[in-house]
């Protein structure tokens, strides 16, 4: 129901919406597809020098993006997984 009407607005119309459920500034981040996990599902990354680093995710973001808390830092070069064939 809406408190004033709006000729713009017709019975029948439907929307796409986007609901911010959580936001952090300045958080450490990374593609969701760079992660990995090992036998006892804890997530890893693979660094390009080849270097497993497990690592604690937070949040994650609505563009397949992940938050990481801790194991990475900064500035570090992560790999991205190879595809399989």
């Known amino acids: 129901m809406f408190d004033r009407e709006d000729v713009r ?27 990995s996990f090992d036998q006892q599902n804890r997530p890893f990354v693979v660094l390009k020098n080849g270097a497993r680093i497990f690592i604690n995710m937070g949040i ?12 990475l830092r900064a500035g570090q070069k992560v790999a991205y997984p190879q595809e399989t064939k």
Do not use: H
């Open 60 to 71: 994650a973001g609505s563009d397949g993006s992940v938050e990481i808390i801790s194991g």
């Open 9 to 35: 607005i017709k019975s029948g119309m439907t929307a796409q919406t986007t609901i911010t459920t959580q936001s952090k500034e300045k958080a450490l981040a990374l593609s969701y597809s760079c992660v």
